[in-house]
């Protein structure tokens, strides 16, 4: 089984969010970047745990420049095959969904898998961008996936519940909690990651469907009103009259 | 003119509604798409919300997210909509990303307010830890709508509903079942959210956290560390790993306020923390704090609030 696992960097969550120029980009000055944890814990140890059992291989692949190879090291650390890196900024999640969908078509893959979203600009949109383009099935927020054959069943959430599918490989699945439990890489992993296989290829021309043209941190609150514990019926007619929630 | 996606398969959601809202907030000419067994009655209700039209497969039955793309995508160019409007949930995720593909339209995902006058629309990003204005280049434009970001607006309008069948070949998906909580409020568009964590000590102990969010007509959520040691289902854990919700109040309890967990539920327009300890990060974030025991607060709230409803039914 042939397996491609789309990872993304975000900057780790104890991050405190800053902008510069003028709030028009992400200040990441001091971040530490971090394999977006749903690519990790969901998507790559499943994808690991699928090519245990059912043997095969694991390539992970990103969208990005050097400063990412750090990220890189850590999946394959993990116990990813190889890995492969398209040489651009990730303008959006157009441009980046079809210079993955490009290179998978030209690789030819099984499945495809990649995290919910990321949790810096949490879209959700690269799984089903690159299904789209690939003519493939989507299944999105999957929290259960085993291979039977040449077809896989899925668990997914659907709103307010769970639904149990079937669905024939080649397909792309966008991975949630429940899928896999994350997996801390060992020092033989660590060492083997060194050596395997890291492959950079340019990007193709695709160009930017949207873009952010400003950020701002969220606001913060005013102060907070304390209330007596043994004062339940103050609190109950602040948030009548005061807040107006109920 | 703008087209909206809607599922209908299970009844119809708030969000639904909201995605209709905003649609006329955008255009006078609003058309809704969906497939499925919905009734006409059910179907024609988005006229209140300021739909025209609602057009209606029953043919598929809106499992497969490549069947859908390929019905809204022929509408869209048919109707010529210069905007597709769709719900940011399980059922947006699945289909807008590929509808943006199809017809080459940038898609602004999880929008949270109508455009500004530049013609950016704001989302969050960062797990809600700020917020972010998306210009789209294309000439049409998709709108993911997340939950809880627009009131509900009447706007009565006489509203057909027209059956159609589009060319949209076989589901590939095959649905073998279907497990639904029963009448429980999906957390992404509950109002108000009481939530709670490891301060609760034990699941046994969740039984007040169920009962004060009975008498508010709320939904449950958890922290993390209680979804992951199988205290509460994976579904309630809120937070940058979680689900991101936006209530009109967030009631947290025993609930540390570490920074991912306020990521995903500091976008609550009002929000209550009970902690035993008053330098709880969580206290900064609140708008209302009890410093004590949830073990006593809890129930003295509960029998605040009943008292409450008594007095103003
Ligand atoms: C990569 C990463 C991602 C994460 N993502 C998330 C996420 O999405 N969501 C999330 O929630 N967490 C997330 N976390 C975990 C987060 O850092 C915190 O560990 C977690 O939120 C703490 O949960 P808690 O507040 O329930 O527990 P604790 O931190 O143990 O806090 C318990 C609180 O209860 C109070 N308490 C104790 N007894 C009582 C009582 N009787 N009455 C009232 N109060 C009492 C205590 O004073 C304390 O403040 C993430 C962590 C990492 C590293």
Known sequence: ?246 | MILVYISSQNGISKSAFEAVTYARKLDSEVCVLTCGSASEAQLSAFGQYGAQKVLVDRKIDGSDAQQLTKLISQYAQELNASTLVFTHDFVGKAIAPRVSVKLKAGMVAGAIALPEANGSIKVNVFSGKASGFVKVNSSVRIISLLANSIPLEINETSCKVEEITANTGDSKIKVISVKKPDGAIPLPEAEIVVSAGRGLKGPENWGMVETLAQTLGAATACSRPVADIGWRPHHEHVGQTGVAIRPNLYIAIGISGAIQHLAGVNGSKVIVVVNTDKEAPFFKAADYGVIGDAFDVIPKLNAALVKFKAANN
């Open chain 1, 1 to 246: 089984m042939n397996i491609l696992v789309c990872i993304s960097k975000s900057p780790d969550t104890t991050s405190k969010i800053a902008f510069s120029n003028d709030n028009t980009q992400f200040d990441d000055n001091g971040v530490q970047y971090i394999v977006n944890p749903y690519d990790e814990w969901y998507a790559l140890v499943r994808a690991l745990e699928l090519k245990e059992t059912v043997g095969g291989q694991v390539t992970i692949i990103t969208v990005g420049t050097t400063t990412d190879e750090a990220i890189m090291r850590k999946a394959l650390a993990i116990g990813a095959d190889e890995a492969v890196r398209i040489d651009a900024d990730p303008k959006d999640a157009y441009y980046t969904a079809m210079q993955i969908a490009h290179y998978a078509q030209s690789n030819g893959f099984d499945l495809v898998l990649t995290g919910k979203e990321t949790i810096n600009y949490n879209g959700s949109q690269v799984g089903g961008m690159i299904a789209e383009a690939l003519d493939a099935p989507f299944v999105s927020l999957a929290t259960k996936l085993e291979v039977n054959g040449t077809t896989i069943q899925l668990e997914r959430e659907i709103v307010g519940g769970l639904e149990l599918i079937e669905v024939a490989l080649p397909v792309v699945v966008s991975c949630a909690k429940g899928m896999a439990e994350q997996r801390i890489p060992n020092m033989r992993g660590i060492m083997a990651a060194r050596t395997k296989p890291l492959q950079i290829i340019a990007p193709q021309a695709i160009e930017e469907l949207t873009n952010f043209i400003q950020f701002s941190a969220a606001s913060s609150k005013a102060s907070v009103k304390m209330i007596d514990a043994d004062n339940m019926d103050e609190l109950v007619a602040l948030l009548h009259s005061e807040a107006k929630v109920i």
